[in-house]
């Protein structure tokens, strides 16, 4: 159901007034007694208690944090520099959901798109749509053990006027040219930016490319932002975790766990091949470039000199597990890896002590 063009203009006005009122101070303490940099900012508190108790389930990396997380990218990815179609980060997703959400790509989407409904018509006065879907995945990340503490800014992003374009969202069954060209179409990404991107798939899973099999996680540790999925998806796939013959979907390494045909093509393909490896064992530089694509990817089709920035606001995320660190599956050695860096050796990988194992399916919410 789309919103009313006075409901978009109430939105717009709300969010410029706020960023244009802002002042820059060394410290501003706000009612609800935190300290940011920016008195806007203020606002967000009761915006991320509300969300974190009653979205994401008082602070989880559940169901609801992977699918918010899905929903910022297919948000904001919905603009073309060579059309001048797509509004970007613009809350078209919610605004015509009885639309966009049918769309091939975004299948599934409608669940997220109906739980954050509530939240984002209780708090219309402080974010847009757009807005909102954005400050929900950054904090949504920050739940998850190992995630870097995402950017957000606010305002700059007025409720979306028209639907985007179908066919603006890639499909996992893309080829890795026509990935590429649609990011660099967006908002001119390169290789290496899709790639740090993808390191969402960390904190994925699947529940429409096998209907059979929902909430099939992308690697073995889908409650953690770890570097897995890039090394799990570079084994040789030897099984499907439901049924064959799903579009998009290739031969896994581990029972119970989903390899998306786009993955496992951008870890062996040429362009991205290195990148892909390069994350496996610096997990440092897997926080710091995932962070850097996501900002780049929030801003699509921002008015920049209307935003204020409020990362501060976004919680620090806990840390890895002590006992966390890249590996390979159990019962597997290097050889089951099929290494695609012409220019840089595989990591010396060990594998987890014991049998092998399956993974379990993401719970839902």
């Not at 959901?97 to 209780?122: M, Y």
């Not at 010396?348 to 014991?354: K, S, V």
């Amino acid at each position: 159901m789309a919103f009313t063009a006075v409901f978009h203009a109430l939105l717009t006005l709300s969010t410029i007034g706020l960023s244009k009122g802002a002042a820059v101070t060394s410290s501003v303490r706000c009612a609800t007694g935190q300290f940011v940099q920016h008195r806007a900012c203020c606002a967000l508190f009761p915006v991320l208690d509300d969300i974190q108790q009653n979205l994401f389930d008082g602070g989880e990396c559940g169901e609801e944090v992977h699918e918010s997380l899905r929903l910022t990218f297919h948000d904001a990815i919905t603009i073309s520099r060579s059309t001048g179609l797509g509004g970007g980060a613009d809350g078209s997703m919610f605004i015509f959901s009885d639309i966009e959400p049918n769309f091939h790509a975004n299948l599934g989407i409608d669940e997220i798109v109906e739980a954050q409904r509530p939240f984002i018509e209780r708090h219309n006065a402080t974010l847009t749509p757009g807005d909102f879907i954005q400050f929900a995945g950054a904090v949504g990340v920050s739940n998850c053990p190992g995630a870097p503490r995402l950017n957000f800014l606010l305002g700059g992003r007025p409720p979306a006027t028209v639907v985007p374009p179908d066919l603006l969202v890639p499909e996992p069954f893309d080829s890795v040219s026509k990935i590429l060209a649609r990011f660099h179409d967006a908002g001119g990404f390169t290789p290496a930016e899709v790639v740090a991107l993808l390191a969402s798939h960390t904190i994925a899973a699947a529940d429409l490319v096998d209907p059979s099999i929902p909430g099939t996680p992308f690697d073995s540790t889908p409650g953690i932002f770890d570097s897995q999925v890039f090394i799990e998806v570079q084994m040789r796939g030897t099984l499907f975790p439901g049924t064959a013959g799903n579009q998009g979907e290739v031969e896994s390494a581990i029972a119970g766990e989903l390899r998306l045909q786009s993955d496992s093509e951008l870890a062996r393909d040429s362009a991205t091949a290195c990148t892909w490896q390069s994350f496996m064992n610096d997990h440092t530089k897997l926080q710091n470039e995932f962070k850097a694509a996501m900002l780049k990817l929030s801003l699509l089709g921002a008015r920049r000199s209307e935003m204020v920035d409020c990362s501060d606001v976004i919680p620090v995320p806990p840390p890895l597990p002590a006992n966390a660190g890249p590996h390979l599956p159990p019962n597997t050695t290097l050889k089951d890896v099929e290494a695609a860096c012409a220019f840089t050796p595989f990591p010396a990988l060990t594998a987890l002590p014991g049998p092998a194992t399956s993974i379990s399916p993401v719970p839902p919410s």
